[in-house]
């Protein structure tokens, strides 16, 4: 099976910073695309930023300020969060496609992290 573990979540001044990390474990062979998602009180769950062998994209509410990152070596995935407003209060979530051992056989699917909040204050 495979985990995603993220870390960094907290609560911050408007105008401030954070970075998320996540971490993928488990048997996996490869990870297509790695991202987050956020998901705000009362609100569906959206993306927030991608980064995948197809390039890298971020939402258009955090372009400028949000920046993903990615270390294959490490089956990692982070994002630097800048100028912090209000509206980015939700719980985030990591996300990977990933291809991965379960015995004898290969399975691609989608996983998720348990998310980790992050508050703005303004």
């Known amino acids: 099976q495979v985990q995603l573990v993220e870390s960094g979540g907290g609560v911050v001044q408007a105008g401030g910073s954070l970075r998320l990390s996540c971490s993928a474990s488990?048997?996996?062979?490869?990870?297509?695309?790695m991202g987050w998602y956020r998901q705000a009180s009362g609100n569906q769950r959206e993306l927030v930023a991608r980064i995948s062998s197809g390039g890298i994209n971020h939402a258009d509410s955090v372009k400028g300020r949000f920046t993903i990152s990615r270390d294959n070596a490490k089956n990692m995935v982070s994002m630097q969060m800048n100028s912090l407003k209000p509206e980015d209060t939700a719980v985030y979530y990591c996300?990977?496609?990933?291809?991965?051992?379960?015995?004898?056989?290969?399975?691609?699917?989608?996983?998720w992290g348990q998310g980790t909040q992050v508050t703005v204050s303004s």
């Open positions: 488990g048997s996996i062979i490869s990870i297509n695309s």
């Open positions: 996300n990977a496609h990933v291809r991965y051992l379960d015995g004898a056989y290969i399975y691609t699917r989608e996983r």
